[in-house]
């Protein structure tokens, strides 16, 4: 974990969040979320694009492990790989957008670079 963020929920039930949320993100490429949360997924995602530019068996493996959707696996070994090929890191970008109007919670826009 990238963190020691508990965002509320027990550690079974904050991984499989994070899973959802990193493969829902790849598959998207922004997701509107709280801040915590945007700072538990950006770290998460850029190390699966990482794991798709090293493209070997083992390291597909590792991400079909953690992304919930072969599909998903697939779009980052491929594309988002491709497309980071001259970056070395930094391929997320966290934005406030202000709060939630519901709870105040602290709003951000995570994004591919």
Do not use: C, W
């Not at 493969?23 to 709280?34: I, S």
């Amino acid at each position: 974990m990238p963190g020691i963020r508990k965002l509320g929920k027990p550690t079974d039930q904050r991984i499989a969040m994070l899973r959802q949320q990193v493969t829902d993100f790849l598959d998207k490429g922004n997701m509107e979320t709280t801040l915590a949360r945007a700072k538990e997924i950006a770290p998460l995602a850029e190390k699966m694009i990482s794991l798709g530019k090293k493209n070997t068996l083992a390291s597909r493996r590792q991400a079909m492990s953690f992304i919930t959707r072969e599909d998903v696996v697939t779009k980052t070994f491929k594309d988002l790989s491709a497309r980071y090929a001259e970056r070395n890191g930094g391929y997320t970008r966290i934005t406030r957008i202000g709060t939630r109007r519901g709870d105040a919670a602290e709003m951000a826009v995570v994004e591919l670079v």
